[in-house]
């Protein structure tokens, strides 16, 4: 049984440098080899709701994913802070989900092993306002605006300049070692050593770290373009495989 995972990719505009990434992903061997290919989220660094222009700008890359599905792969995909409602979306484009598509954990049993799969922001649990931020973002009347009311445009403007915003205010006090720290102790409180592997993103500092008094190994591709690999997680053994 094969696993491949991948999250914050981050693709900004079509065929840009983690665009070309992400299909390096979706292409590569061991991902075609697989079982399970898994979007741990925030693949796109900005798409929200049903919009045609997503499925037109990014058809080669939703195209290498209906190949994937056509070679009966179970495909995940874990919305995060930067994707989010895209049920319509995907509807839109497949007439029906080829994929299970979740903003809450997964916990899956794989040939005799429990895996915990998600974005991987519950994992910060003293982000208070994060998570109240997020709550908001989430609910059923954001979710409304998102698929009925908010344009295109409109939303494509205000992401842009959250975006941008956030990378300015994050590139000054980013410590690598903090979060990766910050990000170890939550999944121990989260998940309390309950499943074999532990697979998200979100933090942006990748890390392979068995937990302490019991048997489960938590893993972090960390920022793709940053780290260049996925997770591939092969029989349960799990390495770090590069991408081009």
């Not at 075609?32 to 222009?53: A, K, N, R, T, W």
């Not at 309390?192 to 942006?204: N, Q, R, T």
Request: charged fraction near 25%; glycine fraction near 6%.
């Amino acid at each position: 049984m094969k696993i491949s995972a991948i999250s914050d990719v981050h693709v900004k505009s079509p065929h840009d440098e983690a665009d070309k990434l992400l299909m390096s992903f979706l292409t590569h061997p061991e991902v075609q080899s697989s079982d399970y290919i898994v979007l741990l989220g925030d693949i796109f660094d900005l798409m929200c709701g049903p919009h045609e222009e997503y499925a037109h700008s990014y058809s080669h890359i939703f195209k290498a994913i209906t190949q994937l599905r056509e070679k009966n792969k179970k495909v995940f995909y874990f919305e995060g802070n930067h994707d989010l409602h895209l049920e319509k979306l995907f509807e839109k484009i497949w007439g029906s989900q080829i994929m299970t598509i979740s903003q809450e954990p997964v916990r899956e049993a794989i040939d005799g092993k429990n895996y915990y799969f998600s974005h991987g922001d519950e994992h910060e649990v003293n982000n208070i306002s994060y998570h109240r931020y997020m709550k908001i973002v989430r609910s059923a009347p954001l979710k409304y605006v998102a698929n009925h009311l908010m344009p295109y445009g409109v939303l494509k403007f205000i992401g842009e300049r959250a975006s941008k915003m956030s990378r300015k205010k994050g590139s000054r006090s980013f410590n690598a070692d903090q979060v990766r720290e910050t990000f170890r102790q939550g999944v121990k409180e989260t998940t309390e050593g309950k499943y074999d592997f532990v697979l998200g993103g979100h933090s942006h500092v990748q890390d392979q770290y068995s937990i302490p008094g019991s048997e489960s190994i938590y893993v972090n591709n960390g920022y793709a373009l940053q780290s260049r690999t996925f997770i591939l997680i092969d029989n349960h053994i799990v390495r770090f495989e590069p991408l081009p």
